[in-house]
């Protein structure tokens, strides 16, 4: 593709783009076997278009065999029949560069699935030469090297009774670790993000990142010793040109991690995505599906914080729903009375901030969650952490009332694009059930609206575009302790934006700050100005020197 050299990105485009997440499995199926595929993308780019986005951050196409969806990869450098060829990698390569859309790919490097190439070598023989790519330790069955649990359940060391051998998983049995002490194995990982990168691929997501450099002997799996050195590496090594973007799933970044991690100088990676904000609704010391109300007071401190501690010193990237979270207008806003306003005063509260912004599919059209019964859930995760808590005597109901509040499957319901039969996603079953509510809540519907959700989007990811401020303006929070109000201001030299959200069903009061007295009103998500703030009312406005 010779025109790819002279189309490259400059440098730093993505602090001001908007990128979009596609679940490839539950996006747009062709051929009905009711799961998505890339064709199914390609005929979507118009939509996308439409939005605005400037990127696509796919989830794995890579050939697996589904064990974790994909993030269970058994050929870098080959696309899994289920979603296409290597053909239609390449159209929608090129046909996204034709709408000024990038394509990111998503790469797990910290594991492999059991069934690639090196780790069935690894088997073969403690002396084969791939045997060194994964994680072992000798024993005993039934005698594992210590205690640490995989992240889905179980223990995270696995017996190979003719090896006499335990490997390391953080995540299933399927999914090993690679072993990033090994260097033949990170040039092989190299050379397989530079044949994407020759094929167009302007970027790369990073699952879990910061667990490359795992010590199982210490139970270190995040932050190794050697994590910023290999962080390091891989970027001269395999990313280093300009134009390239690199976001990093870190589970385990703090504002001064992250800060490393994302330094301007470009030295590690482009931007990181960090979770602090969507862990603050769940029980101290508890896990994820340990619910417990979100304290806004909490959820400001938190954004102002990671607002402040990267301006100038590094990147953030925003976000509040992807393929792991459940929908945010289900979480933090109101998914019945209220879903409309509510959807778009999350948008507000998160796309005035400093940083690259994430869509999740479905997110700009307010997609809700779902709830289903426990046989028709596909995530393994979900299946093994019933098992475990109804095991520890826990109330069967009690563990279906997280499921459906914090299940990862209700993200990756079908999107819903109209209201034909199975939302227009496939004409076949789909492999997960569509939400019901398809028939009201669809894309078709919201395009031919001007007051949807979808349009809101569109409108959001314009004013980053046209003010300054959005990417470059500092960050100060208004009224900390207001339970009910986020509101902040931006600031340049010459531009300054109010951003203002009502989290309530109900009227509150609000002064704007004199500062805005004259200020324009440049969105908002009820069609006339009022005087307090009425149910998850969001507005921004603007001053201009
Ligand atoms: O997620 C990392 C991860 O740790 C999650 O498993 C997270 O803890 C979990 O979703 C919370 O319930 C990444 C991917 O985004 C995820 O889809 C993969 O399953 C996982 O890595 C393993 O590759």
Same mark, same amino acid.
């Given at each position: 593709?010779?025109g ?10 993505w ?17 009905g ?5 890339l064709?199914g ?14 990127g ?27 979603f ?12 996204a560069?034709?709408?000024g ?11 492999s ?20 790519y ?7 069955e039934n ?24 490997y ?33 691929v302007e970027?790369f997501r990073?699952?879990?990142i910061?667990?490359?450099?795992k ?7 995040a ?52 979770f602090?904000?969507?862990?603050l ?11 417990a ?19 100038? #010193? ?6 509040? %729903? !992807?393929h792991?979270? *459940?929908?945010?207008? @289900?979480?933090?806003?109101?998914? &019945? ?15 005035g ?6 869509i999740?599919?479905?997110?700009e059209l307010g997609?809700?969650?779902?709830r ?5 859930y ?16 826990m109330?069967?109901h009690?563990?279906? #009332? ?6 990862? %499957? !209700?993200?990756?319901? *079908?999107?819903?694009? @109209?209201?034909?039969?199975?939302? &227009?996603f ?8 569509v ?23 569109q ?45 309530t ?12 007295a ?14 307090g703030?009425?149910?998850?009312e ?8």
């Amino acid at each position: 593709m010779a025109g790819f050299a002279l189309n490259k990105r400059k440098a730093g485009w993505w602090k001001e783009a908007v990128f979009y997440q596609i679940y490839p499995k539950s996006f747009q199926d062709t051929d009905g076997d009711g799961f998505g595929d890339l064709k199914g993308i390609i005929s979507r780019l118009d939509y996308l278009e439409e939005l605005g986005i400037d990127g696509i951050w796919l989830s794995p196409v890579f050939q697996s065999p589904q064990a974790d969806n994909g993030y269970d990869i058994s050929d870098y450098c080959a696309i899994d029949p289920m979603f296409g060829t290597m053909q239609d990698m390449q159209e929608l390569i090129d046909q996204a560069k034709r709408r000024g859309i990038s394509i990111i790919m998503d790469l797990v490097l910290n594991h492999s699935s059991d069934e690639h190439r090196w780790f069935r070598e690894a088997l073969k023989s403690r002396d084969n030469p791939y045997h060194d790519y994964y994680v072992w330790r000798d024993g005993e069955e039934n005698c594992p090297p210590n205690d640490m649990k995989a992240v889905f359940g179980g223990s995270a060391w696995t017996y190979v009774p003719h090896l006499g051998q335990y490997y390391f998983h953080q995540f299933l049995d399927k999914q090993p670790d690679l072993n990033w002490e090994n260097e033949n194995l990170r040039q092989e990982l190299y050379k397989a993000i530079r044949f994407w990168v020759d094929k167009g691929v302007e970027g790369f997501r990073l699952d879990v990142i910061d667990q490359i450099a795992k010590e199982p002997d210490q139970k270190i799996t995040a932050n190794g010793p050697r994590l910023h050195e290999f962080l390091r590496e891989l970027s001269r090594e395999a990313f280093g040109e300009e134009g390239i973007v690199t976001v990093g799933e870190t589970w385990s970044a703090d504002v001064p991690r992250a800060q490393v991690f994302s330094a301007p100088d470009g030295s590690e990676l482009s931007m990181v995505f960090q979770f602090e904000h969507i862990c603050l609704d769940q029980q101290a010391g508890g896990e994820k599906w340990d619910i417990a109300p979100l304290s806004l007071p909490k959820l400001k401190d938190c954004f102002c914080r990671w607002q402040q501690g990267l301006h100038g #010193q590094g990147w953030n990237s925003l976000f509040m %729903d !992807n393929h792991d979270l *459940p929908r945010i207008v @289900s979480r933090w806003g109101d998914d &019945g009375k209220y879903r409309v306003q509510s959807a778009k005063m999350l948008a507000t509260m998160l796309h005035g901030m400093q940083g690259t912004p994430y869509i999740y599919q479905g997110e700009e059209l307010g997609m809700t969650n779902i709830r289903l019964k426990l046989e028709e859930y596909v995530d393994p995760e979900i299946h093994n952490m019933y098992a475990e808590r109804t095991q520890r005597g826990m109330d069967p109901h009690d563990v279906m #009332q997280s499921i459906w509040a914090r299940g990862r %499957d !209700n993200a990756r319901t *079908p999107m819903q694009w @109209s209201d034909e039969p199975y939302a &227009g996603f496939s004409n076949g079953k789909p492999w997960l059930p569509v939400n019901e509510n398809y028939r009201q809540i669809n894309a078709r519907q919201e395009l031919g609206d001007p007051d949807s959700v979808f349009r809101y989007y569109q409108k959001l990811i314009r004013l980053r575009k046209t003010y300054p401020v959005f990417r470059d303006g500092d960050f100060t929070l208004l009224c900390p302790e207001d339970e009910r109000i986020f509101a902040y201001i931006r600031s340049t030299q010459d531009q300054k934006l109010l951003v203002v959200c009502n989290f309530t069903d109900r009227e509150v009061a609000f002064e704007i700050p004199d500062a805005f007295a004259h200020a324009k009103q440049i969105l908002g998500n009820y069609p006339d100005a009022g005087d307090g703030l009425r149910p998850y009312e969001a507005k921004m406005l603007l001053w201009e020197e």
